[in-house]
């Protein structure tokens, strides 16, 4: 079985600016910032699940990144989404030789970083304290 991630579309709104993506978990109203190569990851995730083979081999070949080094990014990236409720998992019983490649998203000409999710709070705090 082969595990998969897709946005929990139920649970989040968001919204890309400069090449980020600002996201606000609905039921708890925490929001969150991700990076452009993060927002890379959350476009593909969007409408289709996506495995952790296809985001690492995406992020390889879209930023000239070792796969290595890429899988341990993703890993990491997905992790910190899925704690979040974010987006979901689902194991099915598509092999990696049967999944369908995924659609090209184009990667700005920007340095290398690791994907990156950052909680900056909660959204009904900010707006009461005025900041």
């Not at 039921?27 to 959350?42: A, H, I, K, M, R």
């Not at 995406?58 to 341990?72: L, M, N, P, T, W």
């Not at 987006?87 to 369908?100: A, G, I, K, M, Q």
Request: proline residues 5%.
């Amino acid at each position: 079985m082969m595990k998969t991630f897709q946005v929990n579309r139920d649970s989040v709104s968001f919204s890309v600016m400069d090449d980020e993506v600002v996201i606000i978990h609905t039921e708890t109203s925490d929001y969150f910032g991700v990076n452009q190569p993060g927002s890379y990851l959350w476009n593909l995730m969007l409408d289709r699940h996506c495995s952790m083979d296809e985001l690492s081999q995406s992020i390889s070949s879209g930023y000239g990144v070792d796969e290595g080094e890429a899988r341990k990014d993703v890993a990491a990236f997905l992790d910190s989404l899925v704690d979040s409720n974010l987006v979901l998992t689902n194991s099915d019983n598509t092999s990696s030789s049967d999944s369908v490649e995924l659609p090209t998203t184009s990667v700005p000409p920007a340095p290398y970083e690791p994907p990156d999710l950052v909680r900056f709070g909660d959204l009904e705090t900010l707006i009461l304290s005025g900041e």
